[in-house]
């Protein structure tokens, strides 16, 4: 009987280890690609649709500080945003679209930016655009972390009692009469 030298044995080791670590590797991508999965690394539970919208506080473009909690019983858009993320400036007209048919009936956007230059960045960009809704300046990207966002543009629709009714990933036609319509619920039905 001849006996396995320690070399052969490795060698046949090999595949079999090399399978296991494809099969590891593949779950922890599929994991993390979840966007609906338990899985998370930071051990908070995911913010999203039914979860109460955490609370911040960030300057405007003039410097005063706006508060999520200002705007309780009305419905917020909420934009995490910035003037570099060609998809933001993609839906940036239909947002004042947005804002323009529903400001004044329990309606708010408020469009964060995470630009690292801030108002320098910013300010030209909404009067470029003619963007007449409020952006707030968040240097230090914290509504980020807050909001748990993967990139932007991404957005939430926060009900009146601060409840996240809609959580958006991505670009979208803010003033199409479906987006109007749910909005226009939210303000109603409540």
Do not use: H
């Amino acid at each position: 009987m001849q006996e396995d030298n320690p070399k052969d044995r490795k060698l046949k080791l090999q595949p079999i280890m090399l399978v296991v670590l494809i099969l590891i590797g593949g779950g922890i991508i599929f994991l993390l690609q979840t966007k609906d999965s338990s899985f998370n690394l930071s051990g908070k539970p995911r913010l999203g649709k039914g979860a109460a919208a955490p609370d911040f506080s960030l300057p405007g473009l003039d410097g005063k500080m706006i508060t999520l909690a200002d705007y309780k019983g009305k419905v917020v858009f909420l934009n995490i945003w910035a003037t570099w993320c060609p998809p933001c400036v993609q839906e940036m007209p239909s947002m004042e679209k947005l804002y323009q048919e529903l400001n004044g009936e329990g309606f708010e956007i408020l469009a964060v930016s995470i630009d690292a230059s801030g108002g320098e960045a910013v300010i030209p960009f909404m009067k470029k655009y003619g963007l007449s809704f409020p952006a707030l300046l968040d240097t230090k990207g914290s509504i980020k972390s807050l909001y748990q966002t993967t990139g932007v543009p991404e957005s939430f629709i926060i009900d009146k009692n601060g409840i996240i009714a809609e959580k958006i990933i991505g670009p979208r036609e803010w003033a199409s009469p479906d987006a109007i319509r749910f909005i226009r619920n939210l303000i109603q039905n409540q």
